[in-house]
Protein backbone atom coordinates (compact mmCIF):
# COMPACT_ATOMS: atom_id res chain seq x y z
CA UNK A 1 0.00 0.00 0.00
CA UNK A 2 1.55 3.56 -0.79
CA UNK A 3 2.22 5.76 2.33
CA UNK A 4 0.91 9.09 2.61
CA UNK A 5 4.21 10.45 1.33
CA UNK A 6 4.28 8.61 -1.76
CA UNK A 7 0.82 10.26 -2.22
CA UNK A 8 1.95 13.49 -1.91
CA UNK A 9 5.03 13.32 -3.60
CA UNK A 10 2.45 12.35 -6.87
CA UNK A 11 0.35 15.34 -6.14
CA UNK A 12 3.40 17.71 -5.78
CA UNK A 13 5.01 15.96 -9.05
CA UNK A 14 1.83 16.95 -11.21
CA UNK A 15 2.53 19.27 -13.75
CA UNK A 16 -0.12 20.55 -16.65
CA UNK A 17 2.54 20.53 -19.90
CA UNK A 18 2.38 22.78 -22.50
CA UNK A 19 4.98 21.31 -25.00
CA UNK A 20 5.54 17.34 -25.85
CA UNK A 21 7.80 15.25 -27.38
CA UNK A 22 6.18 13.35 -30.34
CA UNK A 23 7.63 9.76 -28.77
CA UNK A 24 5.55 6.92 -28.98
CA UNK A 25 3.57 6.58 -25.89
CA UNK A 26 4.11 2.66 -25.38
CA UNK A 27 0.49 1.03 -25.30
CA UNK A 28 1.06 -0.66 -21.53
CA UNK A 29 1.13 3.00 -20.63
CA UNK A 30 -2.36 3.50 -22.34
CA UNK A 31 -3.67 0.69 -20.72
CA UNK A 32 -2.34 1.80 -17.29
CA UNK A 33 -4.05 5.40 -17.89
CA UNK A 34 -7.51 3.89 -18.86
CA UNK A 35 -7.50 1.29 -16.10
CA UNK A 36 -7.34 4.36 -13.45
CA UNK A 37 -9.79 5.99 -15.02
CA UNK A 38 -12.13 2.70 -14.41
CA UNK A 39 -11.96 3.86 -11.20
CA UNK A 40 -12.41 7.72 -10.49
CA UNK A 41 -15.27 8.61 -8.87
CA UNK A 42 -18.89 9.96 -10.56
CA UNK A 43 -22.27 10.41 -9.42
CA UNK A 44 -24.33 7.42 -8.03
CA UNK A 45 -21.23 5.59 -10.06
CA UNK A 46 -22.71 6.46 -13.14
CA UNK A 47 -19.31 6.95 -15.09
CA UNK A 48 -21.21 9.30 -17.22
CA UNK A 49 -17.56 9.53 -19.68
CA UNK A 50 -16.60 7.68 -23.13
CA UNK A 51 -13.09 8.23 -23.61
CA UNK A 52 -11.36 7.66 -27.29
CA UNK A 53 -8.05 7.28 -27.64
CA UNK A 54 -6.39 9.04 -30.69
CA UNK A 55 -2.88 8.20 -31.41
CA UNK A 56 -3.15 8.74 -35.89
CA UNK A 57 -1.74 12.07 -36.89
CA UNK A 58 -4.32 12.72 -39.38
CA UNK A 59 -7.03 12.53 -36.69
CA UNK A 60 -4.91 14.76 -34.03
CA UNK A 61 -4.44 16.77 -36.60
CA UNK A 62 -7.77 17.34 -37.64
CA UNK A 63 -8.64 17.78 -33.75
CA UNK A 64 -6.07 20.20 -33.11
CA UNK A 65 -7.22 22.09 -36.14
CA UNK A 66 -11.18 22.27 -34.46
CA UNK A 67 -9.69 23.60 -31.38
CA UNK A 68 -7.07 26.52 -33.18
CA UNK A 69 -10.82 27.12 -35.02
CA UNK A 70 -12.75 27.12 -31.87
CA UNK A 71 -9.97 29.39 -29.79
CA UNK A 72 -9.83 32.17 -32.46
CA UNK A 73 -13.74 32.26 -32.19
CA UNK A 74 -13.54 32.42 -28.50
CA UNK A 75 -10.71 34.86 -28.58
CA UNK A 76 -13.31 37.13 -31.31
CA UNK A 77 -16.18 36.62 -28.66
CA UNK A 78 -14.10 38.03 -25.94
CA UNK A 79 -12.75 41.00 -27.41
CA UNK A 80 -17.07 42.05 -27.32
CA UNK A 81 -16.06 42.06 -23.17
CA UNK A 82 -15.44 45.33 -21.48
CA UNK A 83 -11.58 45.63 -21.57
CA UNK A 84 -11.69 44.56 -17.79
CA UNK A 85 -13.43 41.58 -18.20
CA UNK A 86 -11.54 40.19 -20.97
CA UNK A 87 -9.40 36.66 -20.27
CA UNK A 88 -6.09 37.26 -19.77
CA UNK A 89 -4.78 34.41 -20.95
CA UNK A 90 -2.61 33.28 -24.25
CA UNK A 91 -4.32 35.53 -26.52
CA UNK A 92 -2.18 33.18 -29.62
CA UNK A 93 -3.46 29.94 -28.29
CA UNK A 94 -4.58 29.01 -31.36
CA UNK A 95 -1.45 29.60 -33.11
CA UNK A 96 0.60 26.66 -31.57
CA UNK A 97 -1.81 24.82 -29.09
CA UNK A 98 0.72 23.00 -26.68
CA UNK A 99 -0.51 19.58 -26.88
CA UNK A 100 -0.29 19.03 -30.75
CA UNK A 101 2.98 17.41 -30.84
CA UNK A 102 1.74 15.27 -28.13
CA UNK A 103 1.92 10.77 -28.79
CA UNK A 104 -1.56 10.38 -27.76
CA UNK A 105 -4.50 12.28 -27.34
CA UNK A 106 -7.49 10.90 -24.54
CA UNK A 107 -10.99 12.27 -26.40
CA UNK A 108 -13.13 12.91 -23.17
CA UNK A 109 -17.04 12.77 -23.72
CA UNK A 110 -19.48 12.93 -20.97
CA UNK A 111 -23.21 12.47 -21.48
CA UNK A 112 -25.46 15.23 -19.91
CA UNK A 113 -28.20 12.69 -19.60
CA UNK A 114 -26.74 12.48 -15.89
CA UNK A 115 -28.16 15.34 -15.15
CA UNK A 116 -31.81 14.55 -15.77
CA UNK A 117 -31.46 10.97 -13.37
CA UNK A 118 -30.61 13.66 -10.68
CA UNK A 119 -33.01 16.34 -10.89
CA UNK A 120 -33.85 17.00 -7.29
CA UNK A 121 -29.86 17.30 -7.15
CA UNK A 122 -29.65 19.97 -9.89
CA UNK A 123 -32.10 22.26 -8.62
CA UNK A 124 -30.73 21.79 -5.02
CA UNK A 125 -27.08 22.91 -6.41
CA UNK A 126 -28.09 24.86 -9.20
CA UNK A 127 -24.81 25.48 -10.48
CA UNK A 128 -23.10 22.62 -9.86
CA UNK A 129 -23.39 19.33 -11.95
CA UNK A 130 -22.91 16.12 -10.84
CA UNK A 131 -21.79 15.53 -14.76
CA UNK A 132 -19.17 18.28 -14.62
CA UNK A 133 -17.76 16.91 -11.23
CA UNK A 134 -17.75 13.60 -12.31
CA UNK A 135 -15.41 14.23 -15.68
CA UNK A 136 -12.88 16.80 -13.09
CA UNK A 137 -12.31 13.39 -11.64
CA UNK A 138 -12.08 11.46 -14.29
CA UNK A 139 -9.28 14.25 -15.27
CA UNK A 140 -7.42 14.14 -12.47
CA UNK A 141 -6.98 10.29 -11.96
CA UNK A 142 -6.02 10.14 -15.65
CA UNK A 143 -3.43 13.02 -14.77
CA UNK A 144 -1.87 11.84 -11.71
CA UNK A 145 -2.09 7.88 -13.31
CA UNK A 146 0.49 9.78 -16.29
CA UNK A 147 2.44 11.28 -13.55
CA UNK A 148 2.80 8.20 -11.69
CA UNK A 149 4.03 6.60 -14.91
CA UNK A 150 6.79 9.42 -15.94
CA UNK A 151 4.31 11.40 -18.79
CA UNK A 152 3.36 14.79 -18.88
CA UNK A 153 -0.12 15.88 -19.46
CA UNK A 154 -2.36 18.69 -20.39
CA UNK A 155 -6.17 18.72 -20.27
CA UNK A 156 -7.78 21.59 -22.99
Known amino acids: MMDYNGFLQLVQKQRSIRLFKPD????????????????????????PWEIVVVKDKIIKDQIVE?????SISNHKLGQTRPREEQHPGDRRL??????????VFFVLFSDPRLEDTYPMAAQAYERHSVTASSMANLFLYMHLAATSLGLASQWV
Open 66 to 70: IFKEA
Open 94 to 103: HEHPGFQDAP
Open 24 to 47: PLPDEYIDDILEAARFAPSGANSQ
